[in-house]
């Protein structure tokens, strides 16, 4: 018997919909249903890795964990990861297929919608109920010709749809009306409820709002979702970077300031959630030199085009800016491609990224990348192997996290400070990364890194004491619990007798 479905969609892209789906999924978990997510395309450079080593969006991995299984590449059969140039990686099933322009990916929508199908089909051949999410709108009426994501899946799946507004940007009632008027009369059958997002202030000013949606549109109100500051939980999209603060404004308190380069092409920003729930740290994304101030730690993140990226930052002046900080001992890490920039070169022969064979990198590292056209992708687990420099507080703690990387960097000879024990479940023994001399500076290919609460602190506390300062450690972090929150406002703000109903489930 085929699971139930139900479909979370959006008047826009940022509406909300990726953390309502997470919260729909923990909410049934808690229920006793046995619940999957599901999203047809994703675009975003925030991805993650199954057990299987397939790449799939981070906002799947989100929901799957607060529904209690393993995320598998069936949950988001489809990845778009930006590139420069405007084109994206297109990832099939967890695996890439090629890069494309728009108008070729459009071309290849005839064979990806089988895909799309079959991975809906399998998922709810496997569990008692499907939440789907879709992606932007359904009424972009220059695409809905082509789309493989919106309302051809919910009727495909004959999906009753949840129609998200976010009433913070302004115009909400305009933004449900107008993508109701915008659908066609089957497509518009097939909307079951309203719910208004992201609400701000006294619920009884809006009520005459919500009496006027029913009444225009036929349709209930399932509820209204205030705006929240306390729940933390994965974003999707970079968009969510925008209201972070690019200025030094910690206090004089002697906490640490952290500065992130805010790339073009960032990727996997949520690997620095957890700095910045620390209770003495300030976390902040730097776009320009002007902005690099002198911090305490200075971090590259992953990006999708490293060469592109590293020109950028030569453009803006940061590379000068870190080269500087450098001499002055601050530390410097870099993640997957911010650690490929740290190197002394990068070589693409084949063109994988650039039509130029070589390109000098930073020179903080002495390591080489060499670009390929296959992709690693593998969950990772091991051990600290070094306990020297930003290490040295944290020899033999465990660490584990993914890879997610096109290409090999080679030369850290002797200066691997990661040992690498299980790979995509499998044993091995394996290093990783580059701390260089000074151990100061230090270069990894494991996303999730700061994620490790014991290593995490360890790094934290040695930054601290080389600077004569102490650290008050913030709380401890449980995602599992943050669900949890984010599943008890959510019920509190949704008729969820209502959504059972819709959905076809018994309570």
Same mark, same amino acid.
């Given at each position: 018997?085929?699971?139930?479905?139900?479909?979370?969609?959006?008047?826009?892209?940022?509406?909300? #919909?990726?953390?309502?789906?997470?919260?729909?999924?923990?909410?049934?978990?808690?229920?006793?249903?046995? *619940?999957?997510?599901?999203?047809? =395309?994703?675009?975003?450079?925030?991805?993650?890795?199954?057990?299987?080593?397939?790449?799939?969006?981070?906002?799947?991995? *989100?929901?799957?964990?607060?529904?209690?299984?393993? %995320?598998?590449?069936? $949950?988001?059969?489809?990845?778009?990861?930006?590139?420069?140039?405007?084109?994206? =990686?297109?990832?099939? $099933?967890?695996?890439?297929?090629?890069?494309?322009?728009?108008?070729?990916?459009?071309?290849?929508?005839?064979?990806?919608?089988?895909?799309? $199908?079959?991975?809906?089909?399998?998922?709810?051949?496997?569990?008692?109920?499907?939440?789907? @999410?879709?992606?932007?709108?359904?009424?972009?009426?220059?695409?809905?010709?082509?789309?493989?994501?919106? $309302?051809?899946?919910?009727?495909?799946?004959?999906?009753?749809?949840?129609?998200?507004?976010?009433? @913070?940007?302004?115009?909400?009632?305009?933004?449900?009306?107008?993508?109701?008027?915008?659908? @066609?009369?089957?497509?518009?059958?097939?909307?079951?409820?309203?719910?208004?997002?992201?609400?701000?202030?006294?619920?009884?000013?809006?009520?005459?709002?919500?009496?006027?949606? @029913?009444?225009?549109?036929?349709?209930?109100?399932?509820? *209204?979702?205030?705006?929240?500051?306390?729940?933390?939980?994965?974003?999707?999209?970079?968009?969510?970077?925008?209201?972070?603060?690019?200025?030094?404004?910690?206090?004089?308190?002697?906490?640490?300031?952290?500065?992130?380069?805010?790339?073009?092409?960032?990727?996997?920003?949520?690997?620095?959630?957890?700095?910045?729930?620390?209770?003495? *740290?300030?976390?902040?994304?730097?776009?320009?030199?002007?902005?690099?101030?002198?911090?305490?730690?200075?971090?590259? %993140?992953?990006?999708?085009?490293?060469?592109?990226?590293?020109?950028?930052?030569? =453009?803006?002046?940061?590379?000068?800016?870190?080269?500087?900080?450098?001499?002055?001992?601050?530390?410097?890490?870099?993640?997957?491609?911010?650690?490929?920039?740290?190197?002394?070169?990068?070589?693409? %022969?084949?063109?994988?990224?650039?039509?130029?064979?070589?390109?000098?990198?930073?020179?903080?590292?002495?390591?080489?990348?060499?670009?390929?056209?296959?992709?690693?992708?593998?969950?990772?687990?091991? #051990?600290?192997?070094?306990?020297?420099?930003?290490?040295?507080?944290?020899?033999?703690? %465990?660490?584990?996290?993914?890879?997610?990387?096109?290409?090999?960097?080679?030369?850290?000879?002797?200066?691997?400070?990661?040992?690498?024990?299980?790979?995509?479940?499998?044993?091995? #023994?394996?290093?990783?990364?580059?701390?260089?001399?000074?151990?100061?500076?230090?270069?990894?290919?494991?996303?999730?890194?700061?994620?490790?609460?014991?290593?995490?602190?360890?790094?934290?506390?040695?930054?601290?004491?080389?600077?004569?300062?102490?650290?008050?450690?913030?709380?401890?972090?449980?995602?599992?619990?943050?669900?949890?929150?984010?599943?008890?406002?959510?019920?509190?703000?949704?008729?969820?007798?209502?959504?059972?109903?819709?959905?076809?489930?018994?309570?």
């Amino acid at each position: 018997m085929k699971a139930k479905v139900l479909m979370v969609q959006g008047t826009a892209s940022h509406v909300g #919909k990726s953390i309502l789906v997470a919260a729909l999924c923990r909410i049934f978990r808690q229920d006793g249903i046995r *619940v999957a997510p599901f999203k047809a =395309q994703n675009m975003s450079l925030n991805s993650f890795v199954t057990p299987d080593g397939g790449e799939i969006g981070r906002a799947q991995a *989100v929901q799957a964990e607060a529904a209690g299984i393993p %995320p598998s590449v069936e $949950m988001n059969p489809i990845l778009l990861k930006t590139e420069a140039d405007n084109r994206s =990686q297109v990832v099939v $099933m967890g695996k890439p297929l090629r890069s494309a322009s728009a108008t070729e990916y459009y071309q290849l929508k005839t064979i990806l919608w089988p895909k799309v $199908m079959a991975a809906l089909d399998k998922l709810r051949s496997e569990y008692e109920l499907v939440v789907i @999410e879709g992606a932007g709108g359904p009424a972009e009426v220059n695409l809905k010709r082509d789309e493989i994501v919106n $309302m051809r899946v919910a009727r495909y799946a004959r999906a009753p749809v949840l129609l998200v507004g976010d009433i @913070e940007r302004g115009g909400v009632f305009a933004s449900l009306l107008g993508t109701l008027e915008l659908l @066609e009369p089957a497509e518009r059958k097939l909307v079951k409820a309203l719910v208004i997002n992201k609400f701000r202030g006294d619920l009884s000013i809006l009520e005459p709002g919500l009496k006027f949606l @029913e009444e225009r549109t036929g349709l209930p109100v399932a509820g *209204v979702v205030p705006y929240f500051h306390d729940i933390h939980v994965a974003e999707e999209d970079a968009v969510a970077l925008d209201g972070k603060r690019p200025y030094n404004t910690k206090s004089t308190s002697g906490g640490l300031d952290i500065a992130v380069l805010r790339l073009p092409h960032l990727s996997n920003f949520d690997d620095f959630d957890p700095l910045e729930k620390e209770k003495d *740290v300030v976390l902040r994304y730097v776009s320009a030199a002007d902005e690099m101030g002198h911090p305490d730690l200075i971090i590259i %993140p992953g990006t999708k085009t490293t060469m592109a990226d590293l020109d950028w930052l030569e =453009q803006r002046g940061l590379a000068r800016s870190l080269r500087e900080e450098h001499r002055k001992g601050t530390p410097i890490v870099g993640i997957c491609g911010g650690y490929q920039m740290l190197g002394e070169r990068i070589l693409d %022969p084949g063109a994988v990224e650039s039509s130029d064979p070589v390109r000098e990198g930073l020179g903080l590292l002495p390591v080489t990348t060499t670009f390929s056209a296959s992709k690693e992708t593998h969950q990772v687990k091991g #051990k600290v192997d070094s306990g020297r420099g930003l290490l040295l507080l944290a020899g033999g703690l %465990p660490v584990e996290g993914y890879e997610i990387h096109m290409g090999a960097t080679r030369g850290a000879h002797g200066r691997k400070p990661f040992a690498i024990r299980e790979r995509s479940g499998r044993t091995c #023994k394996r290093a990783d990364g580059c701390l260089d001399s000074s151990g100061q500076v230090l270069g990894t290919y494991i996303h999730g890194l700061f994620h490790n609460e014991e290593l995490r602190r360890a790094i934290l506390k040695q930054i601290a004491g080389s600077k004569g300062r102490h650290l008050e450690p913030g709380p401890d972090f449980s995602r599992e619990a943050e669900y949890d929150k984010l599943a008890e406002l959510i019920r509190r703000s949704l008729n969820m007798e209502l959504i059972y109903e819709i959905a076809g489930l018994r309570r």
